[in-house]
């Protein structure tokens, strides 16, 4: 078993000479690849500990913070389904994770006080300027798939950055009109430059999506659609045009349908890994206080990967 359980806690360093000082929670958790992130960029920094999983049921992340404390852990990842119940068990919360309603770093301080982060939306900035060369507050953005967790961190950090336009569409408008409204009153209070009131939502079957996504420079695919080899793109591949960049969330398989569509109308394509990097990399930057070396961390998930 690659993982422990909250009543292991007290062995995790049983015949260990390196303490375990950092873990994610989940819920399942042992596909994570946080500690093939981690663990190189704690070996390049010579730094004599560990990084695990830890596998949490759902309702006992504030006891496994607690104990996690008591065993030496000094950071944490909370990755699905524990990302709101994890800002709920924090003592103070950083305001843009309390704006995504999410949180998926967590800092201890000597007395065990917890702090919250979330790393997605900072993380994927970086992505973006990584993999297109282009600031994301200069695009006009479309997230397909706006409900989810990821969709709803990437979404106010496009508000946060003040995108010149900030379409989302989901399967259903349920959970967007609320979302539109938080993200408005956040750009109004942030006095920010903007979408503002030109934050729209749609439906995926809204005639007026083919018009709303020619319409944009940037493509965001946060569904789970791609996972499997069999599934379609979310949306036609001639929606896509040259001048779009297309980014999918997904980073296995590494090409999904959709990318490869984008690919072959002559549009510039992207998939999660590097979001996946970046917001590892700034969980570590909070732990630590000082640069994380991602060239250390990419290799290590691109070597777990291959193999």
């Known amino acids: 078993m690659n993982y422990f359980t909250l009543d292991q806690l007290s062995e995790i360093n049983s015949g260990h000479d390196h303490p375990a000082k950092f873990a994610v929670i989940g819920n399942p958790v042992a596909h994570s690849l946080s500690p093939q992130l981690h663990q190189p960029a704690l070996n390049k920094l010579k730094l004599d500990c560990r990084y695990i999983r830890v596998e949490v049921p759902e309702g006992q992340v504030n006891e496994a913070f607690e104990k996690m404390y008591a065993a030496g852990i000094r950071g944490i990842n909370a990755t699905v389904p524990h990302k709101l119940e994890a800002l709920e068990a924090c003592h103070q919360v950083d305001p843009a994770a309390s704006s995504m309603g999410a949180v998926n770093t967590i800092v201890f301080n000597t007395e065990g006080q917890r702090t919250g982060f979330n790393t997605d939306g900072p993380g994927f900035v970086r992505a973006i300027r990584e993999e ?8 006009r953005v479309i997230i397909i798939g706006a409900g989810g967790g990821a969709g709803r961190a990437i979404a106010t950090q496009c508000a946060l950055e003040g995108c010149p336009q900030l379409i989302l569409a989901n399967r259903t408008l349920e ?25 729209e ?89 000082q640069d994380a070396p991602v060239d250390a961390m990419r290799q290590g998930l691109l070597d777990f990967l291959k193999a």
């Open 175 to 199: 959970k967007l009109t609320p979302m539109r409204e938080e993200l408005t009153r956040l750009t109004q209070s942030e006095k920010l430059e903007g979408p503002r009131d030109r934050i």
């Open 201 to 289: 939502i749609h439906s995926l079957d809204d005639p007026i999506l083919e018009e709303a996504i020619g319409a944009s420079d940037l493509i965001i695919n946060t569904t789970s659609v791609g996972l499997k080899s069999s599934d379609p793109a979310p949306f036609p591949p001639h929606w896509v045009e040259p001048h779009h960049l297309v980014y999918d969330t997904i980073y296995n398989p590494s090409r999904t349908h959709l990318l490869r569509d984008a690919e072959s109308q002559g549009a510039r394509i992207a998939n999660g890994l590097s979001l996946l990097l970046h917001q590892g990399a700034l969980s570590l930057e909070h732990w630590l206080n």
């Open 132 to 139: 297109f060369g282009m600031d994301l507050g200069d695009l």
